[in-house]
């Protein structure tokens, strides 16, 4: 499974951004998708996920500002971010959980992307 984020940027507070994530691969066990972020000096922090079946779960800090959505047409995951604040600026990373036959799971990530808020 490679997964290819894009969408990332320098944007203005109070500004939006939408980030994508391209799925590809052998995908029909991937279970759940979802955006990380990582801020300097700050360990690796989920943002939001989304399942197979279209449940989602968001970091209170982005709750009704943030949203995740996946057109598993394509393959691919959104994150529209809303009412940006600089303290969001981090790499955000794409990740993608696989249901293994034994009944293990194994996360993929993608590169990244760089997201800068500012004031």
């Known amino acids: 499974v490679q997964l290819v984020e894009s969408g990332g940027g320098l944007v203005q507070a109070g500004g939006s951004l939408r980030l994508s994530c391209a799925a590809s691969?052998?995908?029909?066990?991937?279970?759940?998708m979802g955006w990380y972020r990582q801020a300097p000096g700050k360990q690796r922090e989920l943002v939001a996920a989304i399942t197979s079946g279209g449940s989602t779960n968001y970091a209170d800090s982005v709750k009704g500002r943030f949203a995740i959505s996946r057109d598993n047409a394509k393959n691919t995951v959104y994150l529209q971010m809303n009412s940006l604040k600089p303290e969001i600026t981090a790499v955000y990373y794409c990740n993608a959980i696989e249901d293994l036959s034994d009944h293990t799971r194994y996360a993929y990530w993608g590169q990244g992307t760089q997201v800068t808020v500012s004031s």
């Open positions: 691969g052998t995908l029909f066990s991937i279970n759940a």
